[in-house]
């Protein structure tokens, strides 16, 4: 890395938590300062937008947030116990940048109002998916889960589950939400797998 | 009504989408004044801030999605059908409010911002888990659900279930992982209401 791209990726990983705590609206350019240390001249020197920031940042908090809630997965020989493996590290381990989730944050904030963004967790969403539906066609063709088994239903409860327990937990500042949505999800794949 | 109390009932409605769509932080004052068709001063003879107005909108905004999500439940006499209509509403009949759903959105961004509209999301939030953990107990009694089945765990998975895939439709556009966590849940209900 050159020390341009190393600051680059610096003020990448100091805007990422801005943008994910107060939004891309509610990120003010002094708050992307003050979190920086940078004067204008200098953020403008390496990105040409709020907007380019903003979609730097929301890609590495994915990138980050993907590689704590996959970790280990591949050790894992059953593709029911990574699921459950993969639901634990969601519930158990916080997002690593403070804020909560951004494929969350990002998409509730985008939908109607910035189509770059939206765009990007578009394909974080099928991204995930797609991860989830390939263990669980695994898990099928292991004879672990019933042959009846939709993998994009199961897939999309999932992270539909996680995602609203995140949000409820965030809200209400316990972790009961994210420990009932567990509870509720290993029910399910229990039912999904038992012959 | 008095004159004043219709236009004051008139502004909270046309701000209503504005900041469902826009959020707080990106709803300008330049939204809220096209929106409503007034001028600044107008509008502050009403409101005294962009914040005393977002309060009354989200007040507005939940009032309405409660009544039309709750609609005919009372006629219903089976507590587990009553969960299952409660949750064929949420899923068929899209936010009267365009936006998505007020209590999510108002929920992801206030957490971290807004601590008075993350007091009135929290009191939504209660006030629905609150309504559903009613009906479970109710089944309960009526041997309709297993005699473990946990009313609070139960009523937050709904919840999660349905918010986080308001999220994923309305992000994807399309209303497949509304029907998943339908059918996810319909499978979660007969599961516990199973002898």
Chains 1, 2 share one sequence.
């Not at 940048?97 to 109607?112: H, K, R």
């Amino acid at each position: 890395m050159t020390k341009g791209e190393e600051t680059r990726q610096r003020i990448i990983e100091q805007a990422a938590p801005v943008f994910n705590q107060r939004g891309f609206a509610g990120a003010s350019m002094q708050d992307l300062l003050d979190a920086t240390g940078l004067e204008k001249g200098g953020l403008y020197r390496h990105f040409p937008s709020k907007q380019a920031l903003a979609a730097e940042a929301f890609r590495y908090a994915v990138a980050r947030n993907s590689k704590i809630r996959t970790a280990h997965l591949d050790e894992i020989a059953s593709p029911v116990a990574k699921l459950r493996a993969h639901i634990d590290h969601f519930v158990t381990k916080p997002s690593c940048i403070p804020g909560g989730c951004a494929l969350l944050n990002t998409a509730i904030e985008s939908v109607d109002t910035n189509p770059e963004l939206r765009e990007l967790a578009v394909e974080a969403m099928e991204g995930w998916r797609t991860r989830l539906m390939k263990i669980i066609q695994a898990g099928k063709r292991a004879g672990e889960f019933r042959a009846n088994t939709n993998p994009r239903t199961l897939a999309n409860t999932i992270i539909s589950t996680l995602e609203g327990a995140l949000m409820m937990s965030r809200l209400e500042r316990t972790r009961d939400p994210m420990r009932d949505a567990q509870s509720s999800l290993d029910a399910l794949l229990t039912l999904y797998s038992e012959a």
